[in-house]
């Protein structure tokens, strides 16, 4: 019984459906006695359709601009999720990155978590409300948006376990853990019960895509666990640390 922390990315919230899914996932920790914050992704291929609309105006957008409109995806996740989980009957309450806030430094599109306010978390945590958390954005020090990157709602989900100090991180995909070789190409796939922080950073550089050699390196830096487990099917997933 603590805090625990639960990441979908957007193969997991892809549409209605899957958001009910998610929230059996989520209820299932709350049920158990557990404080949950949840972090999402944007739905589907929601950011690629607004970099795709972006540059049918151009090739060269400006940095700032750009990351306001990336970052949309995420704000419409947390809502439906929050507006769901209101209507099965469990409290929760949505934060954008700016409102909590993450603070992050000032490189637009790739940008590096510096400190989190993590006051209006825990006191929602402490009136039972489940947090929904934007991932993959934040603010700097001009009160601009950013956002942080390729695999940035897991770098978002890595740096709340540390500052909240939560008992337990999971990330959820469409697949159950890590393997050695992608399962959705290889049928015998084996997967990796435990890695460590070293090895899943040498993979993540190799191109393998279930975790971000970023958010890799802050969960090695804060000494966060992770599990990555699948969305869609039961099983014990992998450990990370």
Known sequence: MGIVIQK???SSVADTKKLNLVCKHIIKN????????????AQGKTTDILI??????????????????ISVGEQITIAKLAIL??????????????????LTDNIYGNANILDINTDKILED???????IVAGFQGINEFNEITTLGRGGSDTTAVA????????????YTDVDGV???????DPNAKKIEKIS???MIEMANNGAKVLHNKCVEMAQKYNVPIIVKSTFEKGTGTIVN
């Open 8 to 10: 979908f990315g957007g």
């Open 30 to 41: 709350v049920d158990e006695g557990n404080k949950v914050i949840v972090v999402v992704s």
């Open 52 to 69: 795709k609309e972006e540059e049918e105006i151009t090739n060269n957008p400006n940095k700032r601009e750009h990351d306001v409109l």
């Open 85 to 102: 989980l209101n209507e099965l009957g469990y409290k929760a309450k949505s934060y954008t990155g700016w409102q909590i806030p993450i």
């Open 125 to 131: 945590l402490n009136n039972n409300f489940i947090v």
């Open 160 to 171: 709340l376990a540390a500052y909240t100090n939560a008992d337990k991180l999971i990330i």
């Open 179 to 185: 393997f050695e070789t992608d399962p959705n190409i």
């Open 197 to 199: 922080y070293d090895q």
